[in-house]
């Protein structure tokens, strides 16, 4: 059983930062990639950032430049900084881990808002 428990949300003014952590039950080495995503409210369900296990990144359009995803193979851990935040990214961001190309796993996601 993977469990994913994000943290690190909350209440920001705009142009403040966040730093969202997404830690793992077990290795995250077996995740490649590991994903943030994001949901605002009467929206679907968004992609925010992507990272492989060589430490490949990629980011919506929205989010580049502002936001940084890492990872902590040795803690277990994902990481969301973000930066120079507006309203817009006011959401709920959630963790995804794939695994085999097949299994995906979600974390309960942690709420993110941005005042103006």
């Known amino acids: 059983q993977v469990r994913l428990v994000e943290s690190g949300g909350g209440l920001v003014q705009a142009g403040g930062s966040l730093r969202l952590s997404c830690a793992a039950s077990?290795?995250?080495?077996?995740?490649?990639?590991m994903n943030w995503y994001r949901q605002a409210p009467g929206k679907q369900r968004e992609l925010v950032a992507t990272?492989?296990?060589?430490?490949?990144?990629n980011y919506a359009d929205s989010v580049k430049g502002r936001f940084g995803i890492s990872r902590d193979n040795a803690k277990n851990t994902v990481y969301l900084q973000m930066n120079s935040l507006k309203p817009e990214d006011t959401a709920v961001y959630f963790c995804?881990?794939?695994?085999?190309?097949?299994?995906?796993?979600w974390g309960q996601g942690t709420q993110v808002t941005v005042s103006s």
């Open positions: 995804n881990a794939v695994f085999g190309g097949l299994n995906t796993y």
């Open positions: 990272i492989t296990s060589g430490g490949t990144t």
């Open positions: 077990g290795s995250i080495f077996r995740f490649n990639p």
